[in-house]
């Protein structure tokens, strides 16, 4: 009993110990005789809030962090076998005479649904179902093994077993039909799809031992041909993966698409192929996309490397052999502006070792138009900004932004706002108005913008920033637990469920649910206005006091949020009111919140290839690294449907 006590008293003193690391030395602290008395209950533990001045004991805490949103290891959709059990026809009872009634029961069928002839009426038909003849060649699709994702088998199934008529088998064999799908799904690239994906297996007609073995093979055939086009039809409408899987940056809901309506439509349509395609989008954008992919194919092109060797690094006023490649690396990567602009230093150059101020200079430049730390010095980040882009690593991008087109509606509405990261730019759009885009600032690779769509609701002026949960916690805690009156300090507002209390009186050494918000005035980190359009990330756009940050070709700077280069513009054609009315709103120095006249869809995406205003395909550096994960996704399905198929 002793040694049961011993060990009792051991174990509490080390929990003891264990909790006396994590919270801050107190006058509502527990002790070890505390708790071997019962006091142990959370009333009578350190409160969030203490109800006295803080003791300034300096302690060591392991400061807890507020993990970002992750990336998944892409897991595709399941498949199964098509099971059709038995197969029907609808009879349409009504019309049926006395004589055809005598038929059917007299007809070779292994069963029929009881008929009524005394209640029959050529006034009221009815539909009844009756099953097929055992000289049906469709008896066979009881026995295909075919395997498709769940909806597509299920799709197939329905029609199958209500007496769908054969659409690509007629009198023992293939038919135009089948042979107009095959070369669809053949050209799946085309349409920034996978032709793997959608394999079909021709029906081996010449190892058919009898009848039977051949209208078994054609039925298997039929069932496969009908799911693959299934899959290519639902692929084309709403993409090949689901965004959601990829991470948890994406949060979209996927396009429907009714699969029972497709084949239906495919048993009755004269133009399969047209059918077939045209679900996919079929917007001008995605039009222009789909052509400039077919050019980028059709060109063989070859780029000559330019090579440096490793780790280097020139320094302003040295001789390296590698000074030559550096300013052909700069004239080859820049746009016809930057060498407009540096004409006299390329014309200059005579291919000499020496690293002259000149060229320092002209590297100077080149580090602020990429966005790079401007030193001059010529170090691996400089040369990793000269990878030069080739048509296959654009073919890539452009397919990319195919997929995504489908994870988005086909019409965007007549008036939107759409920003896409990659570029960072926001372009607002009104069929009936003004167009414009600007520059922004989004989140950086740790605190991405998520990609969704939503509703503008509402633009607040002199807003309160309100700091995120993560923010507090991953960059504010350490500050806070040297030194609680810190956001009393810096004029930062804090509430408790619900009621304002002192920074100083927070017990931050718990990391406690407290809301900070920052009032509106000149430091606001959300400038004069926001403009709102309420999701679960807490994402909007909004004005900023960095204007610098709008100077950099890389903008990839913000904690998630959009940073808008001129605010005011984007307000007033959001409520539709003139400027002058936004810098009235302003003026005031009050929190005002003013709905839109009319919600209208926001598009917060990611594009590493997009067509501008004239239609030309520009390229965008994947600063987020999603293209890859992308890449990753398709693979992983094209995996999982080549094991099934």
């Not at 029959?120 to 026995?143: G, Q």
């Not at 993966?241 to 699969?259: A, K, M, Q, T, Y």
């Not at 980040?381 to 990878?387: E, G, L, Q, R």
């Amino acid at each position: 009993m002793r040694n049961k006590l011993l060990v009792r008293v051991s174990s509490v003193a080390v929990a003891a110990a264990v909790s006396a690391a994590f919270v801050p030395a107190s006058a509502h602290a527990l002790t070890l005789m505390d708790i071997l008395r019962g006091r142990d209950k959370e009333a009578d533990r350190a409160p969030v809030v203490q109800p006295q001045e803080p003791q300034q004991t300096q302690r060591t805490y392991s400061a807890p962090k507020v993990a970002p949103p992750k990336y998944y290891t892409y897991k595709p959709d399941s498949m199964r076998f098509i099971a059709i059990s038995e197969i029907r026809d609808p009879v349409v009872t009504g019309s049926i005479s006395s004589d055809s009634t005598e038929a059917v029961e007299d007809a070779d069928v292994s069963e029929v649904a009881a008929i009524d002839s005394d209640t029959m009426s050529d006034a009221a038909p009815a539909e009844t179902m009756v099953a097929i003849d055992d000289n049906d060649p469709r008896r066979y699709l009881t026995d295909a093994r075919v395997k498709a994702v769940d909806g597509v088998a299920a799709a197939v199934e329905n029609y199958y077993s209500k007496g769908g008529e054969l659409i690509w088998v007629a009198d023992g064999m293939m038919t135009p039909k089948a042979e107009a799908a095959l070369d669809t799904l053949a050209d799946a690239d085309a349409w920034g799809l996978d032709s793997g994906d959608y394999a079909v297996n021709l029906p081996d007609l010449l190892l058919a031992e009898d009848d039977a073995a051949r209208e078994a093979e054609l039925m298997r055939f039929e069932l496969a041909l009908s799911a693959q086009v299934l899959t290519y039809m639902q692929d084309s409408k709403r993409g090949r993966v689901d965004p959601n899987r990829i991470s948890e940056f994406h949060d979209l809901e996927r396009n429907p698409v009714d699969l029972d309506e497709a084949i239906n439509a495919l048993g009755k349509a004269e133009n399969v192929a047209g059918l077939m395609e045209s679900y996919s989008p079929q917007s001008e954008r995605f039009e222009e996309l789909k052509t400039t992919l077919k050019e980028l194919r059709a060109t063989d092109e070859y780029v000559e490397p330019i090579v440096f060797p490793r780790s280097v690094f020139i320094h302003p006023g040295e001789n390296d052999d590698a000074v030559p490649n550096l300013v052909k690396a700069i004239k080859r990567e820049s746009s016809d502006a930057f060498i407009e602009q540096h004409a006299a230093v390329f014309d200059a150059y005579d291919g000499g070792t020496e690293y002259t101020p000149e060229l320092v200079d002209l590297v100077r430049d080149f580090q602020g138009v990429q966005g790079l730390y401007v030193d001059g010095v010529v170090g691996p980040k400089t040369i990793a900004a000269f990878d030069v882009e080739t048509n296959d690593d654009r073919a890539h991008k452009v397919v990319a932004a195919m997929e995504r087109l489908r994870w988005l509606p086909e019409d965007f509405g007549p008036r939107y706002v759409f920003i896409n990261q990659p570029a960072y730019r926001v372009y607002y759009h009104d069929d009936n108005g003004e167009n414009f885009d600007m520059r922004v600032v989004v989140g950086n690779s740790r605190n991405q913008t998520y990609f969704f769509r939503d509703q503008i609701q509402t633009v607040e002026f002199n807003p309160y920033w309100g700091l995120p949960r993560s923010i507090v916690v991953n960059e504010y805690l350490p500050k806070l637990r040297a030194n609680p009156a810190y956001f009393d300090q810096i004029g930062y507002e804090v509430s408790y469920n619900g009621r304002r209390v002192s920074s100083s009186s927070v017990n931050w050494a718990a990391a406690p649910m407290v809301d900070v918000r920052q009032p509106p005035g000149e430091r606001n980190a959300l400038g004069q206005l926001k403009i709102l359009f309420p999701n679960d990330h807490a994402i909007y756009m909004h004005d900023t006091p960095q204007k610098s940050y709008f100077e950099r070709d890389q903008r990839a700077l913000s904690h998630g949020c959009v940073r808008l280069a001129d605010p005011n513009k984007m307000a007033a054609a959001v409520l539709g009111v003139p400027e002058s009315d936004i810098d009235d709103y302003i003026a005031t120095g009050q929190n005002t919140p003013v709905d839109v006249p009319e919600q209208f869809p926001v598009y917060i995406s990611y594009f590493t290839a997009w067509p501008d205003a004239t239609g030309d395909i520009q390229y965008y550096d994947d600063v987020y690294e999603r293209d890859m994960y992308l890449e990753r996704a398709f693979d992983a399905e094209s995996r999982a449907r080549k094991a099934n198929s």
